[in-house]
């Protein structure tokens, strides 16, 4: 068996670990043909990763241009340790007010622990200007050193 196939997750694992994990890197490609990568709190919905932006940040109008991503969810500070979640994917751009509260509401929970009142109306006004990007994925790869057993 090879290497890469002793350390990958399961689907199950790989479940998991995007529901739990809190922080995401999504890439996009700017105007120059280089990478754009930025840290977003995201939610799973079956399969998909949701996140909001501003409508008019870098990173919708990279989308917008070429809804080719990668979504990458890591953890671990030593090799050890090291497992992560790559997604390449294509994201699409949703532009829905109401079903834009109701991921910022998803997210603020999975960040915060809970939604405290008062911060729906917050979360309406903001929403106004925001879309949801959604990420599908084409490709996952996963990996989990600690599968190793301590021989790298």
């Known amino acids: ?7 990958a997750l399961t689907p199950q694992e790989c479940r998991d670990f995007l529901e739990q ?9 700017d105007p ?16 998909a990763a949701l996140m909001t932006t501003y409508a008019k940040s870098q990173k919708a109008m990279n989308i917008r241009r070429d809804p ?11 090799y050890d340790k090291l497992k992560g979640v ?6 699409e751009l949703i532009a829905d007010v109401e079903l834009c509260v109701q991921v ?5 929970v999975k960040m915060m622990g809970a939604f405290p ?9 903001q929403a106004q200007k925001r879309v949801i ?20």
């Open 1 to 7: 068996m090879k290497r890469r196939n002793l350390i």
């Open 21 to 29: 994990s809190r922080t995401a890197v999504l890439s996009s490609i």
């Open 32 to 47: 120059r043909g280089y990478p754009h990568a930025v840290a977003m709190w995201y939610a799973m919905d079956d399969g």
């Open 68 to 78: 080719k991503v990668a979504f990458l969810v890591e953890s671990g500070t030593a």
């Open 86 to 91: 790559l997604i390449r994917g294509r994201a």
């Open 104 to 108: 910022l509401k998803r997210i603020h």
């Open 117 to 125: 009142e008062g911060v729906e109306d917050a979360l309406k006004a």
């Open 133 to 152: 990007i959604k990420v599908v994925a084409d490709r996952i790869s996963s990996w989990d050193h600690g599968k190793l057993g301590g021989t790298y």
